[in-house]
């Protein structure tokens, strides 16, 4: 049998257009467009588009992509009902796996795999995953949850429904953005549990709750909450040299910090940091923003040499503070991006491969063993 791959590095079980990642150079694209490009000129809707369709919309068609999203925002009055049964000290992503477990339940389609019905549900799901997470937030508040409002962006009407207020131009930008970079990332983690699921001939909701599963880890999307956590336990920038010195002699990691594919800087990470910046110098919050920069600076001495630089979620926490999203919250809402690039792999893998993901195990154990009676072990 051929090498190991441990943690299947550098294995390419299919093909697709959506996204490429230059990891030695680290650049970005989303269907061959540099990730700086769609950050500063597009919208999360359209790039949604992209990912699904793989390639740009024309005027009139990202007009009724974005109706389609507007009217499919809403959720049943019942399902609501359920969150407030959920307990509240669970995590988000737990409560989030469920709720859209729940969602699969009342569609009488759940069961239906031609494309046609799986672009329908998974334009839903994208449609359906900011109300989702923010009535899953405002239950745990002790409100109730706000019905989505179709005169404003799937970006705008995500920060109205968490926060109860109409965003600035300004917060509906940074959130759009962070959307955006957050939308698709090749054959990551929770992608690839969703293609698994998807490829055993099982059904959109299904793939749909594994790669949130994947994504809750913090070694995948999870690290957007740990950076907080990590920042609020240091404290202050000017203990952060000491810190890292123990935390790397501990062998413990940097969280926000390294990737299997990046060896250079994260992009996603260049454009958030610029955000973060702004943040905090325009809202004061230059204490978390110091920290990180300390330990930016530490990690550059100290891990660049080894290609661990800032991946997305190094920077993602201080610009989701500033919009009011409590940290438990960080990685839902990259849930809330990432649905459009799951979606979109699930849609080209079933036009292109569609075959079962099945790999193997090395066999290290022995054969031919005697069966030991019980009695005689
Ligand atoms: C993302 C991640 C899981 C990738 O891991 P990977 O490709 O399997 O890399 P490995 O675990 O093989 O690590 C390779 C080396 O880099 C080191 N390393 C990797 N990430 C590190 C980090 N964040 N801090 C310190 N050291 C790190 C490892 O200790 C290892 O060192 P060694 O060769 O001396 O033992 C890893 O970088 C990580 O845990 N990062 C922190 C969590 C995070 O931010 N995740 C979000 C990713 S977008």
């Known amino acids: 049998m051929s090498e190991i791959a441990r943690g299947l590095e550098g294995v390419v079980f299919t093909e697709s257009d959506l996204s490429y990642i230059d990891g030695q150079q680290g650049k970005l694209y989303y269907l061959g467009i540099p990730i700086e490009e769609l950050a500063e000129k597009s919208s999360y809707e359209e790039v949604a588009f992209l990912l699904l369709h793989r390639r740009l919309p024309t005027r009139d068609e990202l007009s009724a992509f974005e109706e389609k999203l507007k009217a499919r925002r809403g959720l049943r009055v019942e399902k609501v009902a359920s969150f407030v049964d959920y307990p509240r000290d669970v995590h988000p992503m737990a409560a989030l796996r469920t709720a859209i477990s729940e969602l699969g339940l009342f569609d009488p389609k759940e069961e239906d795999l031609d494309p046609e019905n799986l672009y329908e549900t998974g334009v839903a799901l994208i449609a359906k995953f900011p109300t989702v997470v923010a009535a899953l937030k405002r239950v745990r508040e002790g409100k109730l949850p706000l019905e989505p409002r179709d005169d404003l962006s799937h970006a705008a009407n995500f920060y109205y429904m968490l926060n109860g207020e109409v965003p600035s131009p300004e917060q509906e930008r940074v959130l759009d953005v962070a959307l955006i970079l957050h939308a698709d990332h090749g054959m990551n983690a929770s992608t690839f549990t969703a293609l698994v699921i998807h490829a055993t001939a099982s059904d959109l909701y299904s793939s749909i709750v594994g790669a949130i599963g994947a994504l809750k880890g913090p070694r995948h999307g999870g690290a957007n909450e740990a950076v907080l956590k990590m920042i609020q336990g240091i404290g202050d920038a000017a203990k952060v040299p000491e810190w890292f010195r123990e935390r790397l002699e501990k062998k413990e990691r940097i969280m926000g910090m390294g990737h299997r594919v990046y060896k250079a800087y994260d992009p996603r990470a260049r454009i958030l940091k610029r955000y973060a910046e702004k943040v905090a110098t325009a809202h004061g919050r230059s204490r978390e ?74 066999y290290t154990g022995e054969l031919d063993l005697p069966y030991v009676p019980i009695e005689q072990r």
Request: hydrophobic content about 40%.
């Open 289 to 362: 923003y110091e920290i990180l920069e300390a330990i930016e600076r530490e990690a550059e001495r100290q891990l660049a040499p080894k290609g661990i630089y800032p991946n997305v979620d190094f920077y993602s926490g201080v610009v989701y503070s500033d919009l009011g999203i409590p940290p438990e919250f960080f990685t839902p809402i990259f849930a809330v991006a990432r649905i459009a690039g799951w979606v979109g792999h699930i849609l080209e893998y079933t036009e292109k491969d569609n075959r079962l993901i099945r790999p193997r195990a090395k």
